[in-house]
Nanobody, 124 residues
Framework: QVQLVESGGGLAQAGGSLRLSCVASGRTFSNFGMGWFRQAPGKEREFVAGISGNGGATYYADSVKGRFTISRDNAKNTVYLQMNSLNADDTGVYYC?????????????????WGQGTQVTVSS
């Protein structure tokens, strides 16, 4: 069993920044890819960013490329999402997820553990 606990969400002004963290427990963290997804009200949960087990490969949704950065610290069992130049479209609940593979993945079906989510609200 894997437990994922997110933190760092909150209210930000448009153009501002937030940093999300997700601490994992329950298995060897460095063996598995991690990802961030988000869900806006009335919309499907969508992929935001993914990172491989050793941090060597990262993927981003087109909507966040150049603004968001995913990283991980395997010594701390933690994955981060640095979000810059926020806009109202970034509002939603952000979920951390652990993949079933070492590789970074971009689709929900590859992720078998999810955190409880953290709310991000961007005011314009």
């Amino acid at each position: 069993q894997v437990q994922l606990v997110e933190s760092g969400g909150g209210l930000a002004q448009a153009g501002g920044s937030l940093r999300l963290s997700c601490v994992a427990s329950g298995r060897t963290f460095s063996n598995f890819g991690m990802g961030w997804f988000r869900q806006a009200p009335g919309k499907e949960r969508e992929f935001v960013a993914g990172i491989s087990g050793n941090g060597g490969a990262t993927y981003y949704a087109d909507s966040v490329k150049g603004r968001f950065t995913i990283s991980r610290d395997n010594a701390k069992n933690t994955v981060y999402l640095q979000m810059n130049s926020l806009n109202a479209d970034d509002t939603g609940v952000y979920y951390c997820a652990a993949a079933s593979t070492f590789r970074a993945q971009t689709t929900k079906s590859w992720y078998n553990y999810w955190g409880q989510g953290t709310q991000v609200t961007v005011s314009s």
